[in-house]
């Protein structure tokens, strides 16, 4: 059981780990940065591809009752006239009146965080879609809006999923894209950015089925928590109450995870009725109904369940989830214990010195990997006791290290990240031992 403690030096742990090692960077940290704007490196753009992959698999094609799209970030803005964006997203901004911070007045506890003055303007609705202009006039004819969630492209493309996919009820539409808030108060590392990326789905239904499929997308949602490795005492369910839930949603569950600065949304899952397809309709004219194949007289708007993921947020829990420290030989060491499904480097290809009589045949048995549809590292650089370190740090499952016996014996010794156990293995089953045990 790792004793690593859970507070805020965790975050300053994780955020240090990830910029030192290509996970996440400060986004345009030559000219100074941008509030809060974060640049996926290296490693963290392979992590973050497994995450979307693996879900792809689970929620798109492992079922048969699911189809996806990939629509335009910028919609007419009509659609977010008629799903309540322009008129309703928003919080409530208040300004300190002596040191002038912005802050979201739900969010304050009485006392300005940035000076420790007490006295704020009257919150105001602050609206939270990104605005700006499409062609070459700057006018208010010209605004579109950078959308605040993809869902609404799967309502807005309903009609056309439908008459492509001929899609019979229950079934669902996904999509994974990048949405943009102007958030009030953006932090927490990737927890709370102003353009992020979400995975979500509209599962549409019949009305009286409501409660049953609330139920099967909660345990979904609960099993793919538990394939990103978090611990299930970190995990909360939280019944939305009426009074906080959007008007038109009949039950909202957040997913909650206890982050080192407390607990917070993760996921969601709402059952959004029909509110959503039945204001497009309403909108734009046109129609929105399912037919029932087998009864034509049956027709109507569906209802909708929507499982909503963050990929950030989901990123950020893995690398929280996998952070451990532990002692080797009198030493300490960081290993991120990834699941090996989620790790972004699979093999590091290490030989046991620089020497060409060495590196050479390492290099060639690294691009035999690569073409075996690992993901390889190849280092040759210092010690490799310091090498392996290096691997512990990114969590890659597995060492290969080839030395002067490999010349002769055609083996190569195998070091698991976990056990740190060192086996050998014969090259002509190289191949196939890795791909076993990281199935
Ligand atoms: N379509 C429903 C919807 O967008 P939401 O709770 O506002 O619901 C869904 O967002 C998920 O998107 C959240 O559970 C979270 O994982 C992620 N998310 C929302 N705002 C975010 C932000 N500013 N930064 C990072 N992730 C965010």
Redesign the pocket.
């Known amino acids: 059981m790792s004793n690593v403690s859970r507070g805020p030096e965790l975050m300053e742990k994780l955020v240090s780990l990830c910029k030192r090692r290509g996970f996440v960077f400060p986004g345009s940290e030559i000219y100074g940065g941008l509030a809060n704007s974060w640049d996926y490196g290296p490693l963290g753009v392979e992590l973050k591809n497994n995450i979307k992959m693996m879900w792809w698999k689970m929620f798109v094609s492992r079922r048969s009752d699911m189809v996806a799209i990939d629509a335009a970030l910028l919609m007419n803005p009509k659609v977010w006239e008629a799903s309540g964006h322009v008129a309703t997203f928003s919080d409530p901004l208040v300004e300190c009146k002596a040191c002038h911070a912005r802050l979201r007045a739900d969010q304050l506890e009485g006392v300005c965080p940035t000076c420790g003055k007490k006295e704020f303007t009257e919150a105001r609705a602050f609206n939270l879609m990104l605005r700006t202009w499409l062609g070459p006039t700057q006018d208010d004819a010209a605004v579109v809006y950078l959308r605040p ?1 993809t ?1 609404q492209a799967m309502f807005v493309d309903f009609k056309n999923v439908l008459e492509t996919t001929r899609r019979r009820l229950p079934f669902g539409v996904a999509q994974i894209g990048k949405a943009f ?1 102007n ?1 009030i108060t ?1 932090g927490n590392f990737i ?3 102003r353009e ?1 990326e ?1 995975m ?1 789905i509209e599962y549409f239904i019949r009305e009286e089925e409501w409660e049953a499929h609330f139920e099967h997308w909660l345990g979904e949602m609960k099993k793919w928590v538990a394939l990103l490795g978090v611990k299930p005492e970190r995990l909360h369910y939280v019944d939305i109450p009426d009074e906080d839930r959007a008007f038109y949603s009949k039950r909202t569950v957040d997913v909650e995870y206890d982050y080192p600065f407390g607990q917070k ?4 899952l709402a059952y959004r009725t029909n509110y959503d397809l039945g204001k497009h309709e309403e909108h734009s004219g046109a129609e929105l109904k399912y037919t029932n194949p087998d009864d034509q007289k049956e027709k109507f708007v569906p209802h909708v369940i ?1 499982p ?3 990929v ?2 989901s990123l950020l829990v893995a690398l929280l989830e996998a952070y451990d420290e532990d002692e080797v030989d009198g030493e300490s060491r960081v290993v991120m214990r990834f699941p090996y499904w989620m790790a972004p480097v699979k093999v590091a290809v290490l030989p046991l010195s620089k020497k060409s009589e060495l590196s050479e045949p390492a290099q060639k048995l690294a691009q035999q990997l690569r073409e075996a549809d690992f993901a390889v590292e190849y280092d040759e650089t210092q010690s490799i006791g310091k090498r392996y370190r290096r691997q512990d740090e990114i969590g890659t499952p597995f060492c290969v290290t080839f030395d002067f016996d490999s010349l002769t014996d055609g083996a190569v010794t195998v070091r698991d990240r976990d056990t740190m156990a060192q086996v050998r293995v014969p090259l002509d089953k190289l191949v196939t031992e890795i791909k076993q045990r990281l199935a």
């Open positions: 969630e869902a808030r958030e953006p927890f709370r950015q992020f979400q979500e949304e993760l996921y969601g929507e909503s993921f963050g950030d947020r």
